[in-house]
């Protein structure tokens, strides 16, 4: 059997280890399950503190993570990929040479799961050259479970959406159990489907059970040199159920995270050079409504967001993504009390058919909707605004279409995500008479998209001779011969820079707009 030494973490205050401080943010107490009996007792200055070591059976392994879906998909990837790294893994963006494969999920639409289907099907054929790991993660794991093992021959760990903080120990046991078989099969089998071939058993994990707690588990981070923006999960869940969302099934109840722990956490990344923090929850502006009281008649978010912007070093705060219902008067008055809180808001509209909205469970009517957006750029007329629709929903008849094409124009969206309706198993809508047919939909996206699109390359002109302030992030990810950073209302500005503008605020002349893209002029750079 093969073994190795692995660093873990030791039970000191703050956590300081030396060379392992970067592991854990400080204040997080280490689980049980990761301190292992063996021993070495090491002194400092100010404590005499233990360092945990462990007896792995799996070899250091390379580890291929791709992720569908939305930013919190990503933050719960960055969370395995740090758990993984931490036990001695090294991340790989080469499929072709990876020894684990996890495809990080997502529900949301058909088209989401089906692309994960399919790449998981391509990259089966790696097991012919070697043994691999293959495992799906998140939303789609969640909702499909145990029947993934019989549509997908090659794969070994379908892990769900509470069980991301799993997925190491359940990865190093799959490595582990491909030792073990290829010591009883000898050398010469190279390929898992050998292994199971030989006795018709396949190694396999399923676990989409509910665990409480599991929204404290999204905690740690791993961060380049140079990160200066960061996502930070402060809630798990949905209790909303709109009628064409998987989400509630697939992320179970709303559950969040205490704001000492957050607050922790943001410090430990400013620590670290970010300047930029993005909160996400599912319905983030509904954050702690279950757990936490108000305060001086705040809510539990404005409180985590006044929290968050007393934190020196934090430079702007952002959030996503919020429901209508959630924006009340203190949130919209948080936006002129705290000027790190950025002019940006994201707010789903869906729909601008009071009919269909209410067949949507949405809650509200595009009165109201029209009224919240009023009140938001009365306080803050800077304010951009960004939203989600669906067009084709069951029922959704042309009239009520005209109503979200002409809302639509009346706010004028610096940016709207247009997605035609997609049917999702275990939603209510799935089952609605008057399903539209696909050819109407893709009519109503197209020219829905026309208006949005008119309307992006508006409030991209107006900026042509201002000079806004940006948060430079690094190369663009377009040209990456150019340098590019974010307004504060979130529009991505491409300009020719160095690395000392490389995680600085500052002004950019901009000189051209392309609707969603801006482009600033270097010669006024300092």
């Known amino acids: 059997m093969a073994y190795r030494t692995v660093p873990v973490f030791a039970r000191i205050p703050g956590n300081k280890l030396p060379g392992y401080d970067h592991l854990v943010p400080p204040g997080r107490v280490p689980e049980e399950r990761e301190l292992i009996p063996t021993r070495a007792t090491f002194s ?15 070899p250091m392994a390379r580890i291929y993570i791709k992720t569908y879906g939305c930013q919190m998909n990503e933050r719960d990837s960055e969370q395995v990929a740090q758990m993984l790294v931490a036990r001695g893994h090294v991340l790989t963006s080469q499929e072709e040479e990876a020894d684990v494969v996890l495809l990080n999920t997502c529900s949301v639409r058909d088209l989401a799961e089906q692309k994960a289907l399919g790449k998981m099907g391509m990259l089966g054929s790696l097991s012919r050259q070697r043994p691999i790991v293959f495992g799906f993660l998140g939303c789609m794991a969640q909702s499909r479970g145990e029947s993934l093992l019989r ?4 794969l070994n760990l379908v892990v769900g959406t509470q069980k991301f903080h799993r997925v190491a120990d359940y990865v190093d046991q799959a490595l582990a159990h491909q030792i073990e078989r290829r010591q009883d ?106 757990e936490f009281p108000k305060q001086e008649d705040k809510s539990p978010f404005v409180q985590l967001l006044e929290a968050v912007h ?37 707010l789903p509209l869906q729909s601008g058919s009071n009919r269909v909205l209410k067949r949507m469970h949405r809650t509200y009517t595009s009165e109201k909707y029209l009224a919240l957006v009023d009140s938001i750029r009365g306080r803050c007329p800077e304010m951009a605004i960004t939203t989600d629709i669906i067009v084709g929903f069951p029922g959704e008849t042309e009239e009520d279409y005209l ?43 197209h020219d829905l998209l026309n208006v949005v699109n008119s309307w992006a390359k508006r409030r991209g002109e107006a900026f042509v001779g201002r000079e806004p302030e940006i948060l430079c992030e690094g ?33 950019v002349r901009i000189n051209r707009s392309t609707g969603y893209t801006l482009y600033g002029d270097p010669a006024i750079f300092s």
């Not at 005499?48 to 007896?55: E, S």
């Not at 549509?151 to 090659?154: F, I, M, Y």
């Open 185 to 290: 099969f000898g050398e010469t089998s190279t390929s898992l489907v050998e292994f199971s071939r030989a006795d018709d058993l396949r190694f396999s994990i399923v676990d989409i059970d509910d665990e409480a707690g599991s929204q404290n588990s999204i905690r740690d981070h791993s961060l380049t040199s140079t990160q200066v923006t960061s996502f930070v999960s402060i809630m798990q869940g949905c209790n909303m159920h709109c009628t064409f969302c998987i989400v509630p099934y697939t992320r179970g109840a709303e559950r969040s995270r205490p704001i000492p722990e957050i607050v922790e956490e943001v410090r430990w990344l400013v620590s670290r050079g970010v300047r930029e923090v993005t909160l996400l929850g599912q319905i983030v502006n509904l954050y702690g409504r279950h």
């Open 44 to 58: 400092s200055r100010n404590a005499k503190f233990t360092l945990a070591y462990g007896l792995s059976r799996s």
């Open 475 to 507: 190369p663009s990810k377009t040209n990456p011969d150019r340098l590019m950073g974010r307004t504060r209302g979130n529009k991505i500005v491409v300009f020719e820079g160095s690395e000392r503008h490389l995680g600085q605020l500052f002004p």
């Open 403 to 445: 109503q979200t094409r002409q809302l639509v124009d009346q706010v004028g969206f610096d940016n709207a995500f247009v997605f035609k309706y997609s049917t999702r198993k275990n939603t209510p809508a799935a089952e609605m008479a008057d399903q539209v047919p696909e050819p109407v939909k893709e009519e109503r996206n």
């Open 151 to 154: 549509s997908v021959p090659h």
């Open 310 to 346: 007393g934190i020196s070093g934090v430079e702007r705060i952002r959030f996503t993504s919020p429901h209508p219902i959630g924006f009340r008067s203190d949130l919209i008055e948080a936006f002129e009390r705290l000027p790190k809180l950025v002019e940006h808001i994201h």
